[in-house]
């Protein structure tokens, strides 16, 4: 599809700049530039501002065909502006006249939406970056109960955000932070380990990479070696080694290094890594010449490590194990000592405890955590429930002393969050499966409703 031959016009808005930021999909067969694209939906005198907004957040789920189409038209109606300004003027001016008040309207909607990310009103720093405490307020509407959690790992994220703006700055005088240390996060399983680190990465736009420990491998063994983890820190960082070399890593199932065979040799690999070193990306393919092309290294010095374990052998060790450290009020000092005994009591050795910035304990969670996930988390499993009914025209309600039974339910399985969506999957299982039919039904559960369906599996 080629660009239509008339040019766009700039009679309406004589050096006109684009002056929002969308989100615009980068595919090879686009006609249009993104500048190109915006100018034309400025000037469009047809589309209100609820349709303009309307394309503009469809648009990253728009192929290129769509876009392209869509910038055809667009042109035409310009082009028939053009032509009717001879003898309309007096008419057209006080069309764009409408359409500039109404372009307003849509800047205003955008530097609205930009400013409200997940329900909080966003604080940034001099620079423009999230501040600690918004990263952590959004981290908290995923998470629930882990809040003495989020501050620490909002501190490092916001640091290692602005160590990767500072990378990046051109004809400015930057000052270089020196990298943050390794934070450990111990707690029992389905607490919010991953969900914390990996939504507070996306949130703050950093490249995150998850590797599930226990599946490393010392090089020259067949498995996940250092070689796989610098490919998908580069793919994560779309291909950009500089931002690659700013990304932020969680070596999760840390714990299970103490039964496995090449614990200790992954374990000196993990120390390689955190304190500095230089990962070989080799390529598997050949090039269109036929021979392969140069190796790349990635520097992790820069890097951001999060480690995390259950460790739950070591906490049924401790004589104390219903207070050790699962309060928000605990002092730090205190939770890392014991955090350190834990790591200490699981085998890994001194000098690797001594590397960690942090050891952080996640609290355990109880039935009021799980009702207050169920029913605030953004994140929270019943929300996927409920929309996979609703799109297909049906309504779905759920008393709360419902949710207070999954809750107790969830308490009782001692599988953490995971438990909800085991028990939420025996609920919704038949309306799920009728949801597809035509005939519209209104669905609610109430208490007794989510009991039977539990007892009958």
Known sequence: MKKNNAEIPSFFVPGYVPDIQIEFPKKKDLCYTEDEFITLLRHSLSLDPSTKLRVIDQLPTLGAWQINALCEVLTEEHNEFVKLYATESVHIDSLVEIRDKQWVQVKKTLADRANQREGVTLSKDRDGLLTPVTIKQMIDNHVIGQEHVTSDVAGVLYRQKLALFNSKRQKKKKADLPPSRP??????????KTMIISKGCELAEIPFVHVDASSMVQEGIVGFSTNDLAKELLASADNDVARAEYSAVFFDEIDKLIVTHNGPAVQAQLLRLIEGTELRISQDRWNDRGSKPPVRTLRTHNMLFFLGGAFQDQFDKQKKIKTIGFTSGETQPQTNLLGAQILSDGGFPREFIGRMG?????????????FTMLKQSKSSPLLDKIKEIEYHGHSVKISDDALESIALSAVSRKIGARG???ILGEIFKEAIFDAPNRVRRKYFFDKAAVEQKLRVK
């Open 420 to 422: 909800l969506h085991q």
């Open 183 to 192: 934070l450990m996060l111990i707690g029992p399983t389905g607490t919010g």
């Open 358 to 370: 942090s050891i952080l304990i996640l609290q355990d969670l109880d039935a009021k955590h799980y």
